[in-house]
């Protein structure tokens, strides 16, 4: 055999186990979700919905964070909730219900699951690289967050941008979610103070009536074994 059909070869092993390396961590990954949505039903559908605004809000901010990355953090980003006591997860649903910032209550202690899943992760190479955004995914632009109190540029860009899908997706999925218009509201007074400005104005310029209502009709979809 030639050395250049040998270098194809390798070539074409190398790119077939790296793709079923990459398979199988997405298998892992999506079956550390489904353990915490099952231990934690409030959750289900949550990591999911994150990673769709990221992602939308990612892309138009023209890429700046590597795709893949980007949608195993979103994915991911709650996952400290399975090494936290249940007890305290429960009073996060608790507070999340009321609509309500927990931080505000004096219990900042209850967004330790950011870090918890960061430490969860660590041991998987291939998650290294955007463990600070799940680690970080709650501070503020103000720098009143958690865990390190970091302000503005400080905090991880794809922390700041999970911050936002998150933000978005919170107030869609209460119990009595906002209106559209009742989350841009929303999105705009958190500007400045919760999340990064430019983010929000760059998000808040997206259709997000029309992509909303595209992700209601996935969920659909998807639900009917489509």
Do not use: C
Not at 104 to 124: D, K, M, Q, S, T
Not at 143 to 155: D, H, L, T, V
Not at 195 to 221: G, I, S, T
């Amino acid at each position: 055999m030639a050395l250049s059909e040998q270098l194809v070869r390798y070539a074409e092993d190398l790119a077939r186990v790296y793709a079923e390396t990459e398979r199988t961590l997405d298998e892992l990954l999506s079956a550390w979700v489904q353990l915490l949505e099952a231990k934690f039903p409030e959750l289900k559908g949550h990591a999911a919905r994150v990673a769709y605004w990221a992602e939308r809000l990612n892309q138009v901010l023209d890429r700046p964070l590597p795709a893949r990355e980007l949608r195993r953090a979103a994915w991911l980003h709650d996952i400290g909730f399975l090494a936290q006591p249940e007890g305290e997860t429960r009073r996060w649903f608790q507070a999340a219900a009321q609509a309500r910032s927990a931080r505000n209550a004096g219990e900042a202690h209850l967004f330790a699951h950011a870090e918890l899943g960061a430490r969860l992760l660590a041991p998987v190479e291939a998650f290294r690289p955007f463990l600070t955004w799940i680690r970080h995914h709650h501070e503020r632009w103000d720098g009143s967050g958690p865990p390190e109190g970091r302000a503005g540029q400080a905090i991880p860009l794809g922390a700041r941008v999970l911050a936002v899908a998150e933000v978005m997706e919170f107030y869609t999925r209460l119990a009595q979610p906002l209106s559209m218009a009742g989350v841009r509201k929303r999105l705009g007074e958190l500007a400045g103070s919760h999340l990064d400005p430019d983010l929000v104005e760059v998000f808040l310029d997206l259709p997000l009536e029309e992509l909303a209502e595209n992700y209601r009709w996935l969920e659909a979809y998807a639900g009917s074994g489509g």
